[in-house]
């Protein structure tokens, strides 16, 4: 055989192979959507952008009603007694109430603060350190992690298919007579991705149905003024109020956790977290991965006059002038992150038990 027929031969195999995989493609059936499910229609407020479903977790009316009875039931826990709702309550834009370090069923502490849960469809990486990649593999963080649920991922599975109606309601959504570790993860997804929140006083403003007192206003002017509070190059402003960006705020001179260093083996990344969004801000108190400061006082205070030259202090916070907010400006800007609670949001059944 020559060249050219051997070459030619090849492309023919290689063709037989693609029409040979794309015959399989079609007959494998796919598990996640299985017929007779109704389409969740997400109702996206007009302030934020449309949300992007991946297209391996397609959102159900039963998909996320399996997914929100899993949010709520402690059955995910090692001991039956904790689930995610303990430590992300609706009152609190599902925060942990007001403490610092969320207490695990083995009654220890963890190291970080707990995140709320708002728009996280809209988001890619998640926890302060963006150890998880994507909202799906998020979900077996806290049932493993040892000072949190603390539960065995075999555990779980055991006791969800032995479970009177559990193996029922996976079948209707995922089409299968097993519940696997998947499944889990992808119902829980589909109801975080519902837990929305965009009709805050400030959208009402935006959407022209509300206005701002003249604080709220001075509050904005601040937030955005690049010599006064700088805020919006980090938190910016509308839509989600961050761009999820990591970075260092100067919280410390040393670094104690590393952050997303953790995570990219990075030093230049040491002491960089995740940019949280400020949306419902004053209803989730204490602030920053460690939950160090008790009110928006103490973190504006932080961003003025605290933060602290380290190694990998953003440039943004290196540039600007200590001292630059007078105690009326902080009051001013508190006024203003006043307005991105959403009570709606706090309050709608469609996100309770
Ligand atoms: C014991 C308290 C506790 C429990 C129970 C818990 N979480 Fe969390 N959650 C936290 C803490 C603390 C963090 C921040 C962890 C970190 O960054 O290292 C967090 C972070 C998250 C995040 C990341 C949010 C973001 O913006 O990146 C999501 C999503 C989440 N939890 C969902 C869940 C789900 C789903 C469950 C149940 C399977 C759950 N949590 C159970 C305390 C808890
Ligand atoms: C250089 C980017 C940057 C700038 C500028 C910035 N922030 Fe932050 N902000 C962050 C990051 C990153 C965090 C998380 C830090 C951590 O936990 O270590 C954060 C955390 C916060 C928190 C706590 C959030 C929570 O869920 O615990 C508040 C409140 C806050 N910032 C408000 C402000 C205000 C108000 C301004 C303007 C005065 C401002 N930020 C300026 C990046 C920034």
């Known amino acids: 055989m020559n060249k050219l027929h051997k070459l030619s031969l090849a492309i023919l195999l290689s063709l037989v192979f693609i029409v040979f995989l794309i015959g399989c493609k079609k007959e494998t059936p796919t598990p996640e959507t299985v017929a007779g499910l109704t389409p969740y229609v997400l109702q996206i407020p007009k302030s934020l952008p449309p949300m992007v479903i991946p297209a391996s977790n397609p959102m159900t009316e039963e998909g996320v009603a399996l997914g929100k009875q899993l949010f709520f039931d402690p059955i995910l826990s090692g001991d039956n007694t904790m689930a995610c709702a303990n430590c992300h309550k609706?009152?609190?834009?599902?925060?942990?109430?007001?403490?610092?370090?969320?207490?695990?069923?083995?009654?220890?502490?963890?190291?970080?603060?707990?995140?709320?849960?708002?728009?996280l469809g809209y988001q890619k990486q998640f926890f302060w350190d963006g150890g998880a990649a994507d909202l799906e593999s998020q979900v077996i963080g806290p049932i493993q992690n040892p000072v949190e649920m603390h539960e065995n991922l075999n555990n779980v599975l055991a006791e969800l298919n032995a479970h009177p109606t559990y193996p029922a309601l996976f079948k209707k959504v995922f089409g299968s007579d097993k519940i696997g570790t998947a499944m889990i993860m992808k119902a829980i997804a589909q109801y975080e991705r519902t837990i929305i929140s965009g009709n805050s006083k400030y959208d009402q403003v935006k959407a022209g149905t509300a206005s701002f007192t003249p604080q709220e206003q001075r509050g904005m002017n601040w937030y955005v003024d690049m010599k006064k509070g700088d805020c919006a190059h980090c938190h910016v402003l509308g839509s989600t109020f961050s761009d999820f960006e990591y970075r260092n705020t100067g919280l410390d001179s040393l670094t104690v956790d590393k952050g997303r260093g953790r995570i990219t083996l990075n030093p230049t990344d040491d002491g960089k977290f995740k940019t949280p969004s400020l949306r419902n801000i004053a209803l989730t108190a204490p602030y920053m991965h460690d939950g160090r400061f008790k009110t928006l006082e103490e973190c504006i205070q932080h961003y003025n006059v605290g933060f602290k030259y380290t190694a990998n202090l953003d440039p943004n916070l290196d540039n600007i002038k200590k001292g630059r907010l007078n105690p009326a400006d902080v009051q001013d800007i508190i006024a203003f992150l006043n307005t991105l609670t959403d009570t709606e949001f706090i309050s709608n059944p469609k996100f309770k038990k």
């Not at 609190?92 to 069923?105: C, E, K, L, R, Y």
């Open 90 to 119: 609706q009152s609190f834009a599902f925060s942990d109430s007001t403490i610092q370090f969320s207490i695990g069923i083995d009654k220890l502490p963890g190291t970080r603060n707990a995140m709320p849960l708002v728009n």
